[in-house]
């Protein structure tokens, strides 16, 4: 089965750039979707199709997509983006969706 | 606006059924592909299943094919999923999500709306 591999957290001062790395094989290949889940909360999608932002959602989120990685990247981090993040793909060798692992975000 | 309201949901022991509802509103129900996402508590997110907008294609985790059943009436705007056979390791919070995009073939949108959900715990 397709698996994503996230590091489980990641650490960042409010004002700086955090990076979330998705790895899977080929993924560049694929469409990544990005969710952003805060506690008690429903995941909300953050990015669509590896770089598009859905309306509402903040430029300071991008990203992109090579090879065997994906990567969110949040600009300007606020006390708000502190969340679980996770990405998501669709398997057609399984007909399956696929989340990854998770990437618990910290504002410092 | 776009609402889902999970329902159905409780302590069931392990071996029995449960059957979840997801009530639509807000938009036009049945042009969408459906799905089910649940997590474990403390644990990521897991799809569950899915179902496309005339219910022509269902697809299922490997770890709940055979024991649950997707299904949906566009005429009462709802999606249930059947779930029989329950484990302790499907004791998890299930969402109701809507695929972002109108009528499209599995695999081409991502979840843009998302329910609440409904905490289902098997436990004896």
């Known amino acids: 089965s397709y698996v994503l591999t996230q590091p489980p957290s990641v650490s960042v001062a409010p004002g700086k750039t955090a990076r979330i790395s998705c790895g899977g094989n080929n993924i560049g290949s694929k469409g990544v979707h990005w969710y952003q889940q805060k506690p008690g909360q429903a995941p909300v999608v953050v990015i669509c199709y590896d770089s598009d932002r859905p309306s509402g959602i903040p430029e300071r989120f991008s990203g992109s997509s090579s090879g065997t990685t994906a990567t969110l990247t949040i600009s300007r981090v606020e006390a708000g983006d502190e969340a679980d993040y996770y990405c998501q793909v669709w398997d057609s060798s399984s007909d399956h969706y696929v989340f990854g692992t998770g990437t618990k975000v910290t504002v410092l | 606006e776009v609402q889902l309201v999970e329902s159905g949901g409780g302590l069931v022991q392990p071996g029995r059924s449960l059957r979840l509802s997801c009530a639509a509103s807000g938009f036009t129900f049945g042009d969408y592909a459906m799905h089910w996402v649940r997590q474990g508590p403390g644990k990521g997110l897991e799809w569950v299943s899915g179902?496309?907008?005339?219910?022509?294609?269902?697809d299922y985790a490997d770890s709940v094919k055979g024991r649950f059943t997707i299904s949906r009436d566009n005429a009462k705007n709802s999606l249930y999923l059947q779930m029989h056979t329950l484990r302790p390791e499907d004791t998890a919070l299930y969402y109701c999500a809507r695929d972002a995009m109108v009528a499209a073939p599995p695999g081409v949108g991502y979840f843009d709306h998302w329910g609440q959900g409904i905490l289902v715990t098997v436990s004896s």
């Open positions: 179902i496309n907008w005339n219910s022509r294609s269902k």
